[in-house]
């Protein structure tokens, strides 16, 4: 089947569906910006990522992980949607997608105009932090006038807990209400696509399967081959703005 057919065939099943979800990872931000955590130029080779309970325990630890935050994170926190985001963002519009479940902490489906109930996020997110204590959330522009202004980033001014950016960490658990949902929605779903995701970090990576078994159809697109492929319906090796672009009906033009 070549690319053309691949898209006829997505944008059938697009047409088809009563309700779907869209799993996305790191592939949909790469044309934002924002390099693949795992890939060759992977932000984890500059970034190395801190073990939650060394960061409860230390508070050089804490330190280090902030100065990695503010001196190396720009593209992270500079980064906006791109075409991939923004077609999802209209099939959550304009159906059939329910929810988008994400592995990715960068906040662009937000940004890109996707309800924020809407968004599943397994692995938390950094542009905001939480203290671990009390629970109040700080804007990142806060804390960084922090760091900029101190050298540091203090404890919570409210109850003195530990302030944390509100991804989450090597060695911390799975948030339990976004497990839950991501459960509940990938067993109401008829169609379930993956957009570049390698599928490889668990428990994440189960809910492809978990539809696919549930009697969904599994569409990957991803640049790269992942373990699901065997399971899937459809899998398109391509750029994902393209791909969706592509797969989507023309934008209506305005006329109510
Ligand atoms: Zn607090």
């Known amino acids: 089947m070549d690319h053309r057919q691949q898209i006829d065939q997505l944008r059938a099943l697009l047409e088809a569906s009563h309700r779907a979800v869209v799993f996305t990872g790191a592939g949909i931000s790469t044309d934002s910006g924002i390099p693949d955590f795992r890939g060759p130029q992977g932000l984890w080779k500059r970034m190395k990522p801190i073990d939650f309970g060394d960061f409860i325990a230390s508070d050089e630890v804490r330190q280090q ?10 593209a992270l926190r500079e980064a906006r ?5 923004l077609a999802v963002a209209r099939l959550v ?10 592995q990715n902490v960068d906040n662009l489906h937000q940004d890109s105009g996707v309800p924020v109930e809407q968004v599943i996020e397994l692995h938390g997110n950094a542009t905001y932090a939480r203290c671990l204590g009390c629970g109040r959330s700080f804007q990142m522009p806060e804390i960084e006038r922090e760091y900029r202004e101190t050298g540091r980033v203090g404890d919570c001014r409210d109850c003195g807990g530990i302030v944390k950016s509100a991804t989450i960490s090597f ?8 497990m839950r949902r991501a459960g509940e929605e990938t067993l109401a779903c008829d169609l379930f696509i993956v957009l570049g995701s390698s599928l490889t970090v668990y428990p994440a990576a189960g809910f492809p399967l978990m539809a696919a078994e549930n009697g969904a159809d599994l569409v990957i697109v991803n640049e790269q081959p992942t373990d ?6 459809l899998v398109i090796s391509a750029g994902i703005g393209e791909t969706m672009a592509a797969a989507l009906p023309p934008e209506q033009a305005t006329l109510h």
């Open 65 to 74: 992980s902030w100065r990695q935050w503010f001196e190396h994170g720009g």
């Open 81 to 85: 949607p791109n075409s991939g985001h």
């Open 93 to 102: 519009r304009e159906g059939p997608v329910s929810a988008v479940i994400t």
């Open 171 to 178: 060695g911390q658990a799975m948030p339990e209400e976004p």
């Open 228 to 233: 699901m492929d065997p399971v899937a319906r």
